[in-house]
């Protein structure tokens, strides 16, 4: 049973530039959490999605954005990058909308390198 | 405004010691706390987790203690090895939203 897969595993990108990174729930989830984890830092959520729509939000600005497939796997895209943007971007999946906070599995991240 | 204070920042424990890292929260509708193991190149991982109404909760050599009076719990990892290095974060949430991490201890078990 795959867990958590998160692709690119590594990305880097120049500031204005654009990004796109992919995450796939593990078997049987159906919500899923996106969470930025800066150098250092404990991971600070950005939104959830939930049969395909965001559900809730953190304290991000608009150039984040995502989207949930029917099959239940997530974008984040992130635009007009700014060299703050460089964290690792993690996935989380849970089973259901109302525990979505609860047994959350994550994924390995992405590595998101601006210059 | 950090609702969820950790410390401390980094924790040095012998091999078979007790290691212990607190955190503080402020907003007393949370109303669930666990905790996160990280290993370097990993997503966190769940380790443990407790609801306010038990004072602690057991699981091999990782307990929980709650104080819900003081906003406080901790983890104590009893008989520390080698292999419990690592980056812990402990988090708090309310019912449907979302954790909220505290900033992190990264634990070296010497052997």
């Known amino acids: 049973d795959a867990g958590v897969t998160q692709s690119p595993t590594h990305l880097i990108k120049t500031r204005g530039q654009q990004v796109t990174l992919r995450c796939s729930p593990k078997?049987?989830?159906?919500?899923v959490s996106w969470y930025q984890q800066a150098l250092g830092q404990g991971p600070q959520f950005i939104f959830q999605?939930?049969?395909?729509?965001?559900?809730q939000r953190g304290n991000f600005p608009d150039r984040f954005s995502g989207h949930q497939f029917p099959n239940y796997s997530s974008e984040l895209n992130v635009n007009a990058l700014l060299l703050g943007d460089s964290a690792l971007y993690l996935c989380?999946?849970?089973?259901?909308?109302?525990?979505?906070?609860?047994?959350?599995?994550f994924g390995s991240g992405t590595q998101l390198s601006v210059l | 405004q950090q609702q969820v204070k950790q410390s401390p920042q980094s924790l040095i424990v012998q091999k078979g010691g007790i290691s212990i890292i607190n955190c503080a929260y402020e907003?007393?509708?949370?109303?669930?706390f666990p905790w996160y193991q990280q290993f370097p190149g990993k997503g966190p991982a769940l380790l443990i987790a407790?609801?306010?109404?038990?004072s602690e909760k057991k699981e091999g050599r990782f307990t929980i203690s709650f104080n819900k009076s003081a906003k406080q719990f901790s983890l104590h990892i009893m008989d520390s090895q080698p292999g419990d290095s690592a980056t812990y974060f402990c988090?708090?949430?309310?019912?449907?939203?979302?954790?909220?991490f505290g900033k992190g201890t990264t634990l070296s078990v010497s052997s």
């Open positions: 989380a999946s849970s089973e259901t909308l109302q525990g979505a906070s609860e047994k959350l599995f």
């Open positions: 078997s049987g989830h159906d919500t």
């Open positions: 999605y939930y049969e395909e729509e965001e559900r």
């Open positions: 907003n007393t509708a949370f109303d669930y």
């Open positions: 407790i609801r306010p109404d038990v």
């Open positions: 988090a708090a949430s309310k019912a449907g939203t979302a954790l909220i």
